[in-house]
């Protein structure tokens, strides 16, 4: 009964590959969220879609696209990765979104190594 | 960097308490704790609405400050199940704004 759910939990992969993380959620939640936590543990918000439509787009590089296909997905998909790109990436979900004051549900993360 | 937590790295006895603080230049509509712990997505502990706020979940007690651009955590008696890292994060004002973390701070707990 988890409430945000990813997959896979790792994920291993060679530069110049594409790679897809997949989110559900299960709270009845309007807005999803793409998270990138580096290794310093800094977390930076990537994209935010309410009820499946873009509502922020941070600066990241368009090999980077997501895709939600109803409000209760929102997946990852990331063409030629790069080493950088190696990091958790954490999906969550919000009540609402678009308004403040909005409280977070985080997925338990990915883990993705490029090699 | 919009918010700044110290110190970045805390251990503590077991038993003990402590004190986290959150800092920023920019005023914030809500203001919230969150504890990530290994292999795990950060859980919000305590959400601050109002300036000068003070509110408890268990033994943590969190305050919004006056000029709703700070807060502190406090936890009291810690236990080694309080290892993690605590972020703070911000949320301004205005529709569609988004939740911006701290770099956060990494607390170990000495049985």
């Known amino acids: 009964d988890t409430a945000v759910s990813q997959t896979p939990k790792y994920l291993v992969t060679q530069m110049g590959n594409d790679k897809s993380i997949k989110c559900e959620q299960n709270l009845g939640h309007d807005t999803m969220y793409w998270y990138k936590q580096d290794s310093k543990k800094f977390l930076k918000i990537m994209f935010s879609?309410?009820?499946?439509?873009?509502?922020i787009n941070e600066t990241v590089p368009n090999r980077f696209s997501p895709k939600s296909p109803d409000k209760a997905h929102l997946n990852l998909h990331i063409n030629s990765l790069e080493l950088g790109d190696s990091a958790v990436y954490f999906c969550a979900s919000s009540p609402h979104g678009g308004l403040t004051n909005e409280k977070l549900f985080f997925g338990s993360g990915t883990q993705l190594s490029v090699l | 960097q919009l918010l700044e937590q110290s110190p970045q790295f805390l251990s503590i006895q077991e038993g003990e308490n402590l004190t986290v603080y959150c800092n920023s230049s920019s005023v914030f509509s809500s203001l919230q704790w969150y504890r990530q712990e290994p292999g795990e997505g950060p859980v919000l502990l305590i959400a601050l609405y109002k300036a000068g706020e003070l509110t408890s979940n268990g033994r943590l007690t969190a305050q919004f400050g006056i000029t709703r651009k700070d807060s502190f955590l406090n936890i009291s008696a810690s236990i080694p199940s309080d290892v993690g890292i605590y972020f703070c994060?911000?949320?301004?004002?205005?529709?569609?704004?988004?939740?911006?973390f701290g770099k956060g701070i990494t607390l170990s707990v000495r049985p």
């Open positions: 879609y309410n009820n499946k439509e873009l509502i």
């Open positions: 994060a911000g949320q301004l004002s205005g529709a569609n704004s988004k939740l911006t």
